[in-house]
């Protein structure tokens, strides 16, 4: 049984650049989760995809923010010109989606760098 | 706005004792409440997760929920080591599907 999976592990980009980050979630999970974390803080949502339906974003996330999961697998999250502030590490998780079984599993994230 | 608190610590054990790790939440209808541990530079790993008032053991791991004092809490038996980590409270309030974490406690388990 195989974890959540991100792409890349690690990011380093310039202020203004695009990014894309990758996340494979646990099979047969039926929900995935963007959260960022940045250091002394607990992770803070982003957003989440029921199959491949985005059913919440934050008010956190700005326009520059986009994420998708086409054909309710794996999901991509894009950052448009990206700030200083953008950098954390950004985790994903995933969840069986089903009655009584809540339990979010993280992948190992994707920690950005914005020079 | 719901809220979750944790004490950041840093909390010191002796090795063998018990790490007792407290937090409290802010939405008396919360349903669903987890403990996480993260090592430095690592992603949140599930350790415990509690759906019912009471206790629920899971080896030297023991969650304790009470929900009318809105005040969830992870004991660790025999602490060891390898412990030694941030642990994060998160619940999933009332009405919502995302974890909302507190900022975390830090624990060092002193050989």
């Known amino acids: 049984d195989t974890g959540v999976s991100q792409n890349p592990r690690h990011k380093i980009t310039k202020r203004g650049q695009n990014v894309t980050f990758r996340c494979d979630p646990i099979?047969?999970?039926?929900?995935l989760y963007w959260y960022r974390q940045t250091l002394g803080q607990g992770p803070e949502f982003l957003t989440y995809?029921?199959?491949?339906?985005?059913?919440?974003k934050s008010r956190l996330l700005s326009d520059r923010f986009s994420a998708e999961r086409p054909k309710g697998s794996f999901s991509t999250l894009e950052i448009q010109r990206t700030e200083q502030g953008d950098s954390a590490m950004y985790l994903c998780?995933?969840?069986?989606?089903?009655?009584?079984?809540?339990?979010?599993?993280f992948g190992p994230g994707t920690r950005l760098t914005v020079t | 706005q719901k809220e979750v608190e944790q004490n950041s610590g840093p909390l010191s054990v002796p090795e063998g004792a018990i790490a007792s790790l407290n937090c409290t939440y802010s939405?008396?209808?919360?349903?669903?409440f987890f403990w996480y541990r993260q090592y430095s530079g690592k992603s949140p790993e599930l350790i415990m997760f509690?759906?019912?008032?009471g206790d629920k053991e899971d080896g030297r791991f023991t969650a304790q929920l009470n929900k009318a004092s809105q005040y969830v809490s992870l004991l660790i038996r025999d602490s060891q080591p390898s412990d030694s980590a941030t642990y994060l409270c998160?619940?999933?309030?009332?009405?919502?599907?995302?974890?909302?974490f507190g900022t975390g406690t830090r624990l060092t388990i002193i050989p």
């Open positions: 998780a995933s969840s069986p989606g089903y009655r009584s079984s809540y339990e979010q599993y």
């Open positions: 099979s047969e999970h039926n929900r």
């Open positions: 995809f029921q199959n491949e339906a985005q059913l919440e």
């Open positions: 939405d008396r209808g919360s349903q669903s």
């Open positions: 509690i759906y019912s008032n």
């Open positions: 998160a619940v999933i309030f009332a009405g919502n599907e995302k974890l909302t």
